[in-house]
């Protein structure tokens, strides 16, 4: 471990295991059958349906809750699934407010949408705890394909192309599959081990082999894959964080909020985690968001958000600033880190006011100083860039059928430049990619 | 404030709300509470000879279920009282000792012989009730007995039993109708000819509220079997509505009072059911539903609304809209209407594009320039008025009439300022020229 941060306030059983357990419930419980039916009666089943143009996957969402208004809740899931084969984790994780919910015709007649992300899992929910997998392979097209990264894009990608007949190899390089869905998304988000019986569920189809440990560049590559299959996906996501370049970075108590994260999400016990008493995290997004309540619903005091930027430049949601602030979470905006401080008994972080600048951002001058215990990074992540396809701007290049500029390699999710870094998109982006390689496999 | 005092058939109460006979009325504890809660009056539930009938053991009750569980139709299989007669008539008598200005009416079933008649009307005049109501409607259990429905299927039997019953006693005696028949109009006539003071209509529907799909039965089952029931609750108020107009509108019947019944759950049901020629109205699911409380509602709803109206009493608008009611032939065929959508209130569902699309005319746009826009085309639409039925915002879309003298751009015809139906149209082979 870097020097640094020596006898800082960080220590494991802030709260009791009772109490962490409370605090990291379920975030938006399920539904009943009788709210699921109340909830469903709400939706007009608009004609060419404003939400279904909104979703990322296109799932006929007025037809899924006419199926569970009509008590049909299999047959729901079976409309979402056929579209969205993660349609489990987009129920509890999408940030509906911006995509389905937001254009829900009610939204615009009384503010208050249908509850689609609830309604769709209640739907898949319900067929999940049926135990039996919708689908069958496709007849064997004796062709063989890889699918790198076991998250949302690969598990999409794989799934789809089983059903298509195709004998489908997913390797990943982490010892669990899920990819941010097992190791990135807070868990109160996806609580109960969900991302792993996901996993589980959309391997049911069968026809295809799991293969974690393996990273691409270690353990596979791009080359080789190519020879021993018929088709590449990638769909890798982003393996690196950006650096924060300011001195005092490499101190110990500066980590990142993704391993932070996987870390909790790996937990036995989250309560036995070492949290500090004052947290700074750093960043905008939807990580820094969860990094920061996360920390606060494990006992942290203060937790404060930094952003270089305003309010609405962030990239978390609007519900997820809502709920951070809710749960105690400081957000401060317009500042930029300077540098790490660890000067005796003064550790923290010193900032710099910011404004929009005519040459784009820059510092006022003016300095602040927030204590910490831990600073968190979540400044966002780049791409480790695998040998061979073209990239931009540090992601892979694509075109619209999601081809690389490598023969016979496709890629999607994160590690594309077409992506918007949300899971919904990575499962629209490989379940396209795997058509598109259908159908150049079948042409 | 509007007076609600309700005379009907000479029977007094301090509102035109009665409960129906049924359920609610069954016991002495029952109506106590009622009118405890405010009901002017009550219609006992239905008396019938010693040894009293017997109920099942099983559920009595189905139901149709709307958004939210809302019941929206109720079926029943309960017989009438199966108290012994003797209890149920001391118990009206101490009821209307206890509470001298509210109605109480005595619902009588006994089986067609005159000597039944005669001899439970005099025990029902000993309890000092104000009015007896003839139960020739329940469609269910009874009814295989040669009693309910069964009689009021036979104009002859409701005209018979009727007199029998007017010529042994001195109470008004009301005619309570059922609507398992193909025309109303004649066992209201009936009634009648048979000297019935009032008639009071609609009894319960013959109905199966719904099959239990894995018992293969019908709701509610009973060891494995179902019988029919009896519908009621705002799911019937259409067919009972139409069925008071049709009597009060009847050259043959004018003048007969008619006490409406058949889904009445707020101040507004009761008003329209008056507005149609009812004297006041029963209600019985709206209580079985909510409770007696209900009743607050409405009172206090028609009395605000008839003091908004200007109507000082209750009679000043019963039957107003009784004259508006007609024949189809009589429908002004020059009277043109079209859709109009505001677009300000529309929120883009396009309901009212999709069910005109595939069902109707073909009249409302799904796009313009390329955006979701909905709008009406004129020189489609034929003013059917479904798009303002499934619209979900009230008021976005309207029935607006053409002027006369516009020209109609379905058509290529203009409006005429004159009346004219069907009767004097060119395409009608039985027309006669207009005047």
Request: hydrophobic residues 40%; charged residues 20%; glycine residues 10%.
């Amino acid at each position: 471990m870097t020097h640094g941060f020596e006898g800082a306030d960080v220590k494991a059983g802030r709260l009791t295991s009772e109490q962490v357990a409370a605090n990291f419930a379920d975030l938006h419980p399920p539904l009943t059958r009788h709210e699921a039916a109340v909830a469903a009666d709400r939706c007009y089943f608009c004609y060419d349906a404003p939400c279904m143009t909104a979703c990322p996957t296109g799932i006929d969402i007025a037809m899924f809750i006419r199926q569970i208004a009509a008590d049909n809740p299999s047959g729901a899931a079976k409309t979402i699934f056929d579209q969205n084969i993660l349609g489990g984790m987009c129920a509890r994780v999408c940030p509906t407010e911006t995509l389905c919910e937001e254009a829900c015709v009610r939204e615009a007649a009384e503010g208050k949408p249908v509850e689609i992300g609830r309604l769709q899992r209640f739907a898949t929910d319900h067929l999940m705890a049926d135990g039996v997998h919708p689908y069958q392979p496709g007849v064997s097209t004796g062709r063989k394909i890889a699918v790198v990264g076991a998250g949302p894009a690969g598990l999409a990608c794989a799934h789809r192309l089983a059903l298509k007949g195709h004998a489908v190899t997913l390797f990943d390089a982490k010892p669990k599959p899920g990819g941010l869905n097992e190791y990135g998304i807070a868990a109160y988000k996806t609580p109960g081990g969900f991302a792993e019986a996901e996993v589980d569920f959309v391997l049911g189809i069968g026809n295809i082999t799991l293969e974690t440990g393996k990273a691409l560049g270690r353990d596979i590559s791009i080359d080789g894959l190519k020879w021993d299959y018929d088709a590449v996906f990638l769909g890798i996501g982003l393996g690196g964080v950006n650096a924060l370049c300011v001195p005092g970075e490499d101190l110990s108590g500066v980590e990142d909020a993704v391993e932070f994260i996987a870390e909790l999400r790996s937990a036995e016990d989250p309560s036995a985690l070492a949290i500090g008493r004052r947290v700074v995290v750093i960043g905008g997004g939807m990580t820094a968001i969860d990094a920061a309540v996360q920390s606060k619903l494990l006992g942290a005091e203060d937790v404060t958000i930094v952003y270089r930027r305003g309010q609405e430049s962030m990239n978390a949601s609007l519900f997820e600033q809502d709920l951070a602030q809710t749960k105690g979470v400081a957000i401060k905006h317009w500042a930029k880190p300077v540098r790490v401080v660890c000067e005796g008994e003064r550790r923290g972080v010193e900032f710099e006011y910011t404004r929009s600048g005519s040459g784009g951002l820059e510092g006022t001058g003016e300095t602040f100083f927030v204590a910490a215990d831990v600073v968190l990074k979540a400044i966002g992540q780049t791409l480790e860039t695998p040998e061979g396809p073209a990239t931009e701007r540090g992601r892979i290049v694509v075109d619209a059928e999601l081809r690389t500029s490598l023969d016979g390699v496709w890629a999607g999710g994160d590690c594309v430049a077409a992506g918007d870094d949300l899971t919904v998109t990575a499962v629209a982006q490989g379940r396209d990619a795997a058509e598109s390689i259908h159908r150049a496999l079948t042409a | 404030m509007a007076d609600l005092r309700s005379d009907f058939v000479g029977i007094k109460s301090p509102n035109p709300f009665w409960l129906a006979s049924a359920p609610p009325t069954d016991k002495e504890y029952n109506v106590v509470r009622a009118f405890e809660a405010g009901w002017g009056g009550v219609v006992w539930k239905t008396l019938g000879l010693d040894p009293h009938i017997v109920n099942v053991n099983g559920p009595r009750y189905g139901a149709v279920w709307g958004a939210d569980r809302r019941l929206l139709g109720l079926n029943n299989i309960e017989l009438i009282t199966d108290r012994p007669l003797q209890t149920n008539l001391d118990e009206i008598k101490a009821v209307k000792r206890a509470w001298p200005d509210r109605a109480v009416v005595v619902s009588l079933m006994v089986p067609c012989e005159e000597v039944c008649w005669t001899e439970i009307l005099k025990q029902v005049e000993d309890t000092g009730a104000d009015g007896v109501e003839l139960n020739f409607g329940c469609p269910h259990g009874m009814s295989e007995r040669g009693m309910g429905s069964a009689v009021g299927q036979v104009p002859e039997y409701i005209e018979m039993v009727t007199r029998w019953c007017k010529q042994n006693t001195r109470m008004p005696v009301i005619v309570k109708l059922t609507p398992n028949i193909t025309d109303i109009r004649y066992p209201a006539r009936a009634a009648k000819k048979g000297g019935a003071d009032a008639v009071s209509l609609i009894n319960t529907v013959s109905s199966i509220t719904s099959v239990n799909l894995d018992l293969m039965a019908p709701e509610p089952t009973i060891d494995g079997k179902g019988s029919h029931g009896g519908y009621c609750g705002p799911a019937v108020k259409p067919i009972a509505l139409n069925m008071v107009a049709e009597i009060a509108r009847d050259a043959e019947m004018a003048g007969l009072p008619i006490s409406g019944i058949g889904g009445v759950t707020t101040w507004r049901d009761a008003a329209e059911f008056m507005a149609l020629g009812a004297g006041n109205v029963q209600v019985c699911t709206a209580a079985m539903t909510y409770g007696f409380r209900i009743v607050t509602e409405m009172i206090d709803g028609l009395s605000r609304w008839m003091d908004g109206k200007g109507y000082a009493r209750t009679s000043d608008f019963t039957g107003l809209a009784t004259p508006n009611v007609t024949d189809w032939q009589y429908l002004n065929l020059n009277y043109v209407a079209k859709a109009r959508i505001d677009q300000d209130l529309c929120i883009k569902c396009g309901r009212c594009h999709i069910v005109c699309e595939d069902t109707s005319h073909q009249a409302i746009t799904a796009t313009k320039d390329g955006a979701r826009h909905f709008e009406v085309i004129d020189a489609e639409c034929v003013a059917c008025n479904l798009c303002v039925n499934v619209c979900p915002v009230e008021g976005c879309i309207t029935m607006e009439q053409m002027p006369a003298g516009t020209v109609d751009p379905r058509t290529g015809r203009t409006v005429p300022a004159e009346y004219g139906n069907w009767t004097q149209h060119p395409n009608n082979p039985s027309s006669v020229a207009a005047e």
